[in-house]
């Protein structure tokens, strides 16, 4: 009964900024550790960032410097602002968020659909 959707994707030059966004909606008591990933058809899921609950950030290598991480949670969502975007970015991006349904619950991982980003060279 939790559904992350992600947005804000989409084609864009090399350099440029593009911000994604994740809403998450259904029976939510509260939203915990919150990550973005990114995959290319044919390789794995690669983590990208992550931001818990008591606001500590860490990035992969990879973006580390260029990708900003945050979470509005009052809106039930998180952010990824991408600058200096380069071709190797190309990716499709998904959430994915630890998520209390009740206080019975000790929580579950949960994946948006993705949204897809092209960075042009």
Known sequence: QVQLVESGGGLV???GPLK????ASGRILSINTLNWYRQVPGN???????ITSGGT????DSVK?????SRDNAK????LQMNSLKAEDTAVYYCN???RRGTWDLGSWYWGQGTQVTVSS
């Open 20 to 23: 994604l966004s994740c809403v």
């Open 44 to 50: 794995e899921r690669e983590w990208v960032a992550q």
């Open 57 to 60: 950030t860490n990035y992969a």
């Open 97 to 99: 968020a630890h998520v």
């Open 65 to 69: 410097g260029r990708f900003t991480i």
């Open 13 to 15: 030059q090399a350099g």
């Open 76 to 79: 039930n969502s998180v952010f």
